[in-house]
Structure formats: C-alpha cells, structure tokens
C-alpha cells in the first residue's frame, strides 16, 4: 500500500527560525532585521565584531537549511512519482468520491503539483484514494 506524503511538500517557502514569541522568521525578515540593526549602529561605536560574526553564521545556517528543505521536497516528489509509475499496468482498487470501489488497470500517470494522479478507464484519482494494489 502507498502512504501520501503531500503534506510535506511546499514547506520550502515557511521555512525559517522561530522567535522567543513563537513567530517564523524566514530569510527575508531575517535579512531586513540585520539591514536596520546596521543602519542604526553608532559608527563611533560599532558592534561588537563577535555579535555581527554570529549574526552572519545564524544566517548561513539558516540558508543552508532552507537548501536543504528544497532538496528534501523535490526528493520526496520524484519518491511519489517513481511509486505512481510503478503503479502503471497494474490492477488497483480506488475508493470512488462518493464510497463506491472502482477495480482497473493503471493507463498512465499525471503529474500535478502537489500530488500525482492515477488513470484508470479514463477516469483520474489520486493515489491516497488506492484501497488495494492487485
């Protein structure tokens, strides 16, 4: 049986660090607050060179996640889609909209943008509606 994972697609854009109030910081807040921070710095009396350099780390570590986060999802997506073309040729049974079970053989795949579809007798369904693979 195939489990969907769609709901971990598409978390590449949110991600970013939280806050002491619970609040997400992505690249662009983080970026803009580090922007006014020097803006507003006394030129006489800069910050403290240790502060900026682990401003400047905080930030490469967050960019290097948000990467990584891209990596993941794409991964996961060609994951679904190698599990979805498997599926092509073989009889399944899909549980229909509205309840009914609906046996066939697997004509091709659609590739959407957050799930894949399965055809079968020119009808499309999603994948998480597969109740059995025959």
Known sequence: MINSTSGVNGSASTAGSTNASGMVL???????????????????????PNAFMNQMAQFSVMEQLMNLNTSITQLIDLQNLTEAASLVGRTVMVTGADGTEISGTVEKVQIRQNANKIVIDGESYDISQIAQIG
């Open 26 to 48: 992505d690249k662009e807040a983080f970026l803009k607050l580090f922007i006014e921070q020097l803006k507003n710095q006394d030129p006489l009396s800069p910050q403290d």
